[in-house]
């Protein structure tokens, strides 16, 4: 039986001069033998404590951003996964980590298979140029990293970031999915498409 497993990770996010404490959701897709990682934000030990015995086949990045992709690197050393980042935010990943790349290229409408369930990627740049969702429609689900928030589009007031770009990659994509389908975000609480729908009019 697939499952997502959750918890909360606590730590800093870095860009343009600026720092910044956030919480980041951990989010990890599997069964009890095989599982995904959803981004690697700040703390390696919490992601292992969600994907305990269980192998990893891959980490998959919504984006580049720091608070998203520090423990990325560690995490492949820890469990001997590749890392999946769309290749338009190679600026960002190399602000984090300039002497190592990702291991494979995350491309638009790509189906990643775990435990039996597929994800198809869906790419949502604005907030960053290779920002990408994941979307399960098995679990009536989509994993919106910093795309969509409950509440709104993500933030656009940084390097590399675009809001009107933002908003038209949530018209054209993500608008496109179920009303009933929960956004886990990477920051804050689950949402539904239908409710984000409606405040983005």
């Given at each position: 039986m697939?499952r997502?497993?959750?918890?909360?990770?606590?730590?800093?996010?870095?860009l343009?001069?600026?720092?910044?404490?956030?919480?980041?959701?951990?989010?990890?897709?599997?069964?009890?033998?095989?599982?995904?990682?959803?981004?690697?934000?700040?703390?390696?030990?919490?992601?292992m404590a969600?994907?305990?015995?269980?192998?990893?086949?891959?980490?998959?990045?919504?984006?580049?951003?720091?608070d998203?992709?520090?423990?990325?690197?560690?995490?492949?050393?820890?469990?001997?996964?590749?890392?999946?980042?769309?290749?338009?935010?190679?600026?960002?990943?190399?602000?984090?980590?300039?002497?190592e790349?990702?291991?494979?290229?995350?491309?638009?409408?790509?189906?990643?298979?775990?435990?039996?369930?597929?994800?198809?990627?869906?790419?949502?740049?604005?907030?960053?140029?290779?920002?990408?969702?994941?979307?399960?429609?098995?679990?009536?689900?989509?994993f919106?990293?910093?795309?969509?928030?409950?509440?709104?589009?993500?933030?656009?007031?940084?390097?590399?970031?675009?809001?009107?770009?933002?908003?038209?990659s949530?018209?054209?994509?993500?608008?496109?999915?179920?009303?009933?389908?929960?956004?886990?975000?990477?920051h804050?609480?689950?949402?539904?498409?239908?409710?984000?729908?409606?405040?983005?009019?």
């Amino acid at each position: 039986m697939t499952r997502i497993d959750h918890a909360v990770a606590s730590g800093t996010f870095s860009l343009d001069g600026e720092t910044h404490q956030v919480d980041n959701n951990l989010w990890v897709l599997g069964d009890d033998a095989e599982c995904v990682v959803i981004d690697a934000p700040h703390d390696v030990e919490a992601i292992m404590a969600l994907v305990g015995e269980r192998k990893v086949k891959a980490i998959l990045c919504t984006h580049a951003h720091d608070d998203h992709v520090r423990a990325a690197t560690e995490l492949r050393q820890r469990v001997v996964a590749p890392i999946l980042l769309h290749p338009d935010d190679r600026p960002l990943w190399e602000l984090v980590h300039p002497d190592e790349l990702w291991d494979v290229d995350l491309s638009d409408g790509q189906v990643i298979e775990v435990a039996g369930t597929a994800l198809t990627v869906l790419h949502t740049p604005g907030h960053a140029p290779g920002a990408v969702c994941f979307w399960v429609p098995e679990l009536g689900c989509v994993f919106t990293g910093d795309t969509l928030f409950q509440g709104g589009p993500g933030a656009t007031g940084r390097s590399f970031s675009d809001r009107a770009t933002l908003e038209a990659s949530i018209r054209s994509r993500l608008w496109e999915l179920p009303d009933e389908t929960v956004v886990h975000t990477g920051h804050g609480s689950d949402t539904t498409i239908g409710a984000e729908r409606a405040l983005l009019a």
